[in-house]
Structures are given as C-alpha cells and as structure tokens.
C-alpha cells in the first residue's frame, strides 16, 4: 500500500506498507481521488498531527468477490468517507480524510457498509462528488422550508454548487454568493438565477429586492469566500441558518447581536452519512451537475507539484481528479 502523508508542517511524503482488512472490512483498489485545493491548503495548516492523510472522496474497484454485497472481483465502487465509531458509550461518525486519516492512496481496507456500487451510467468524474450530495440531503433535512422560499448558499465552492442545483429540485429558490465571478458564471449554466458578488452587489439592498422585502426564509454557509456573518444579515426574523462543510477551515467571528436579535437558529451539518444510496439516484437521473467543477486533472506521483501549488494559491483549482491506476 502506497499513501501520500501530509504533516502540518506543510511538507509531503510518500510511505509504503502492508494492508490487512479487519473483520467486516473490504480492501478495495483505489482508482480515482477528489481532493479540492482548500481541503490541501487547510489540511496542511491543521492542528491535529494524528491525521496525516487527506482525501475523502474517492472511486474504487474491489479487491475480491462480495456475496454480501453482490459485487465480483473487480466491480467499480464508490467508497463512503463516514465511518461509525463508539467513543464514551456514544456512537459518532468521523469522516476520512478530516478526522481519520482519508483516501489519498492506492489500496484502502473499510467497512462493507461505506461500499457502494456505481450504476454504468455515472461518470467516475461525476461520482466522485456523491458525497457532497450526500451532505447535501442532510442540509435540506435540517432547514425546515417549503416549496418557494429563498434560500441564501455562501461560497460557491463544490458544496454550494451542488446545494443550489439541490435547492431548484426540491423547488426552493437558491441566492448564491461568491467572491469568485468564474464559479458564479459556472453555476448559472445550471439555471441559478440569482448571483451576488458582494464585490459589486450591496447584498442586502439585492436580496431586499430579489425576495420582495422580506429577505430569505433559510442560509446555508458552505465557509469559502464570503463570512458567515453574511448569512446571518440576509435572512429574516427566526430563520434557520446551517453551517455545512468538513471542520477543516479556520475559525469565524459571529455577529452575536444579529443572531439575537433574529432569534437565528444556527445548526452544523458535517457529514452524509445513510444519504449516500439517495446521492447515487440523484446522479443518475441526472438531477445534480458536475462538469466545470473539476478544474485541474494528475497522477497519482503529480500530487506534490498540485499540493505546493494549492498551498501558494488556495483558490487555483476547485477540485482535483488524480489518476491512482
């Protein structure tokens, strides 16, 4: 087994060694790995030194026959990052790649339950993005809105991207907002009709017009490029704000008086866990795009040229495809 290790020093290396599955594990080949430029450049600068390899998204082949599952030798597979564990009599879900070392390597051993078969009609470059879709669900999950309310999506990263095309099927109306004018281009080409610029756009003043005065029912903060404070500002009175991503960005300020004076309510959601057969579906009937997000593709032995450059230039590439076979 080959795997990339990523200290907090910034520094990259490559360690060799043997893999062996666990009772109720699967050793599974790894084929493709997503990694998004801020998931590098914030791993890298991390605090926790026990986590040292990045990557939480990636497609596999199996290593063996699974009656279980009723895959053969070689089936291609999507691997769920969220893997269930007890700590303190508790049940919690970690996530590889953020909190347990992740999937930037070429042999990987984890439960049956995190492998999923993929359907010949989704893309390897689109399957890679189920997870997000899978975060995706639990978001709409935890914001209780209704068919035609607004809902304001901070940061048109991968997760916002996929949030506003998630947003439209379930008939809500998604405002993006981005500093980044290419990744609010990209996602008017999937019909989000609304992009603001804060740049350019007084962003009150716009969602005031846009929602008829009474600013948006919901908020989604995916962390990229604009503050969370802005979430809080642009939804009315009692609304639900999520905080939504992998806990691997730097700390934020909240604007305690706004969230009090709204009466917000703020929740976090962090992982996909159970939505990743719904993700899959969603793929497949061709409800959630992914073409334009992957804006940079590599080898496998490329990784530490992408890696320094990720951390020089954090917004270079939205997400990269690297090749492990």
């Known amino acids: 087994m080959k795997a990339w290790h990523i200290d907090n020093s910034n520094k ?6 043997t893999l062996t ?10 084929s493709k790995v997503a990694l998004s430029s801020m998931d590098m450049t914030c791993f890298a600068n991390r605090d926790d030194e026990q986590v040292t390899i990045p990557a939480h998204s990636a497609i596999a082949y199996m290593g063996s026959d699974c009656e279980e599952l009723g895959l053969k030798l070689g089936s291609r597979v999507l691997i769920s990052p969220y893997i269930r564990t007890v700590e303190h009599g508790e049940t919690v879900i970690k996530t590889m790649g953020v909190n347990i070392d992740g999937l930037l390597r070429d042999f990987v051993c984890v439960p049956s339950d995190n492998i999923f078969a993929l359907p010949d009609g989704i893309a390897d470059e689109e399957a890679v993005f189920a ?14 809105c209704e068919e035609g309310d607004y809902v304001v999506i901070v940061g048109a990263g991968t997760l916002g991207l996929v949030l506003c095309q998630m947003a439209i099927y379930y008939q809500m109306v998604p405002i993006l907002i981005d500093l980044d004018s290419d990744k ?3 996602a008017k080409k999937w019909d989000v009709y609304y992009t603001l610029n804060p740049t350019y756009d007084n962003l009150e003043r716009k969602v005031t017009e846009i929602t008829g005065g009474r600013m948006s029912e919901a908020a989604v903060f995916t962390s990229e490029g604009v ?12 609304s639900e704000v999520v905080i939504a991503g992998y806990p691997t960005y730097d700390k934020h300020n909240v604007d305690m008086e706004t969230v009090l004076k709204k009466q917000l309510k703020l929740k976090g959601v962090c992982d996909g866990a159970g939505e990743m057969p719904s993700a899959i579906n969603l793929l497949a009937n061709s409800i959630v795009h ?3 997000i992957i804006t940079a593709r590599a080898d496998f032995e490329d990784i530490p040229k992408i890696f320094e450059d990720c951390v020089n230039y954090p917004y ?3 997400t990269v495809l690297f090749t492990v076979d």
């Open 227 to 238: 503050g969370l404070n802005a979430a809080l500002r642009l939804v009315k009175n009692g």
């Open 184 to 186: 609010l281009e990209l």
């Open 21 to 30: 599955p666990r009772e109720g594990e699967l050793k599974v080949k790894i």
């Open 131 to 144: 997870e997000y879709i899978a975060m995706g669900n639990k978001v709409f999950s935890a914001l209780r």
């Open 316 to 318: 270079k590439y939205n």
């Open 12 to 17: 990259l290396k490559m360690e060799e060694g």
């Open 290 to 292: 992914t073409k334009g």
